[in-house]
């Protein structure tokens, strides 16, 4: 059972997250949570992220014990971004393996739900968008 | 609401499957699934899969359209490799958007099972492997 926790200040990269399945793990299953351009049915161009890191990074290796174990799956990345975060781009990725798929499903289900619930990590501020300006060069 | 679907007899690459959020996407999942190391308890070197191609295409573009639209997912791509796949190789890889989290899990947990029960593609054949043999310089 390995798992790998990461919180970055920058853009999340492939290698950040990539697991390699063995020949023992049948199953990939990729999470990636962008950021819409919405936000409460505001406009928006980015959100800002906060974490309380240690206790951030202890809580997701926490969960992910917790959730591999339930589900029988193997292995289990999670890199969450902090910071602003463009519209589009991704905030948080989650990789998990396992021998079957439905371990590997359920296993990412639970834990993208402990996450929102438990992990000290905010949305501290949307960054408005000018819907009216956005995108034009002759402003009427 | 689109839908890609693809068979493939080589190697699946991230640019077959490759679905970019748009800004009203903010989940994306994607499902591999690799030929592992045994079948029925015995080491294989690989599975080989054989499909009917004009009915699989057809099949899978039909279920696919009815999990996106019984969980409100947005769209979804699928390529599924014929022929002879190495151990640790992907023999299919799926990938869904959605707004939210739990419509693309959803959607891809339905069409997954969907798939292997409904679609016409099988394992023709497990390649044994040698394991006594298997990577060794110097037999005895």
Redesign the interface.
């Known amino acids: 059972m390995a798992i790998v926790v990461q919180l970055v200040a920058r853009p999340i990269l492939p290698e950040d997250w990539k697991l390699v ?18 936000e409460s049915g505001n406009a928006i161009t980015a959100l800002e992220y906060e974490a309380y890191a240690p206790m951030a990074e202890q809580e997701l290796r926490r969960i992910a014990g917790e959730c591999l174990a339930k589900h029988g799956a193997g292995r289990l990345t999670v890199v969450h971004r902090t910071g602003v975060v463009p ?2 781009e991704s905030a948080v990725v989650v990789a998990v393996t396992s ?1 079957h ?2 371990a ?2 359920a296993c ?2 639970a834990f ?1 739900d402990r996450l929102k619930q438990d992990v000290p990590i905010w949305k501290i501020r949307a960054l408005p968008g000018d819907e009216r300006g956005a995108g034009r060069a002759c402003p009427d």
């Not at 020949?23 to 299953?29: K, Q, T």
């Open positions: 399945p063995d020949g023992s793990e049948g199953a990939l299953v990729t999470f990636a949570g962008h950021v819409r351009g919405t519209v589009g021998a798929r439905k590997a499903l990412m289900d993208l």
